[in-house]
């Protein structure tokens, strides 16, 4: 099969080659590095705005704002709009620089965890954001699972390991996953280090419970299921150590589920930015300025057409008298 174009813009299959970080790196797949933090010092402020803008309540106050900068058209002084205005916008802007902070901190905490990584033969600690696709990693008990895993040998018979879920889908019992019979035997790191298997599977997507892919060793291709994959979030429970090859890292592992790190919730699995815009004013706020925009503007239309039937028209003529209103 011929291998998988790096620019194209969909990915229709992924392959994964174990110990070979060259020939997957040609496909450009996302490191394990997170970013769901959506502001840095430069961008705050426009982007800021930007967003609040957004909302139809914002606008409209910016929209009477500057009707009341014209004198002829406003009665009223433009520091009553102005104040409560930008009084909201500055509140606003202190949640969300808060709630970035916060982010920030997790992404950090989450990128620097430790994971041991077989690279040239020998085990190293490497940060998560360091762990690449194609890689082995040593999981040991009570440890998160760094990136979406096939699970290739563990410390249970039969290649059995367990791990909790409770951070994905709020499950809290002990799901059983075991590895390929082929690959079960490989607790050795010699062995590991030697193994060149190439994985074909389905491209990243949000279905944790389902899984599709095939596993090319020695001339010979085995079936993969969900029930070989440790997905990123879940932790290993009552099993010494296990051994797994990274499918999916990043912003393409785990779906789009969101993963509260030290109490702090957002979209760590999935690595993703949260999107940008608000979407417009909530509830019945919303509904209320929208209907009370279009009353405006139907009034000021209503307004306009009469004003036109009032004036009078007048065929003006070398000699005529000037034209009087009313008569």
């Known amino acids: 099969r011929a291998p998988a174009d790096p620019g194209s813009v969909a990915e229709e299959e992924r ?5 070979a970080r060259e020939y997957n790196e040609k496909f450009q797949y996302a490191s394990n590095c997170i970013q769901t933090s959506k502001y840095n010092i430069v961008t705050f402020l ?12 914002n606008t409209y106050f910016l929209f009477l704002l500057i009707l009341q900068l014209i004198p002829q058209i406003s009665s009223l002084s433009w520091f009553t709009t102005i104040v409560p205005l930008v009084l909201v916008l500055t509140i606003t802007a202190v949640k969300d620089a808060t709630d970035d902070y916060f982010r920030h901190k997790s992404d950090n905490q989450v990128n ?30 009570n440890h998160f699972v760094a990136a979406d895993l096939l699970l290739l040998s563990s410390s249970e018979p039969h290649g059995l390991c367990y791990i909790e879920t409770a951070e994905l889908d709020g499950e809290t019992n002990m799901k059983v996953r075991q590895a390929i019979p082929v690959t079960s035997e490989l607790g050795d790191i010699g ?10 599977c389905e491209p990243p997507n949000n279905k944790l419970d389902k899984f599709s892919g095939t596993l090319y060793w020695k001339e010979n291709k085995y079936p993969l299921s969900n029930q070989n994959m440790l997905l990123r979030g879940c932790m ?35 690595g993703r930015v949260p999107p940008h815009g608000r979407g417009g004013s909530p509830g019945a706020l919303g509904w209320c300025i929208d209907r009370l925009m279009n009353t405006l503007v139907l009034w000021v239309r209503v307004r306009d057409g009469a004003a036109g039937r009032r004036r009078p028209v007048c065929a003006r003529r070398v000699g005529d008298a000037p034209c009087v209103p009313g008569r």
Do not use: Y
């Not at 426009?46 to 309540?57: D, G, K, R, S, T």
């Not at 190293?124 to 360091?130: C, D, I, S, V």
């Open 15 to 19: 392959r994964v080659k174990a110990n």
């Open 112 to 141: 620097n965890r430790q994971s041991q990584v077989l690279i040239n033969g020998t085990l190293r600690q490497e940060q998560w954001m360091n762990v690449r696709v194609g890689d082995i990693i040593k999981l040991e008990n």
């Open 46 to 57: 426009p982007v800021n705005l930007f967003e609040q803008f957004q909302e139809v309540a």
């Open 236 to 270: 290993l429970r009552n099993t010494e150590w296990c051994f797994g090859l990274v499918v999916f890292a990043g912003g393409d592992a785990g779906g789009e589920v969101l993963w509260a790190v030290s109490g702090h919730t957002g979209d760590q699995v999935s």
């Open 191 to 200: 062995q590991l280090a030697q193994f060149d298997g190439e994985v074909i």
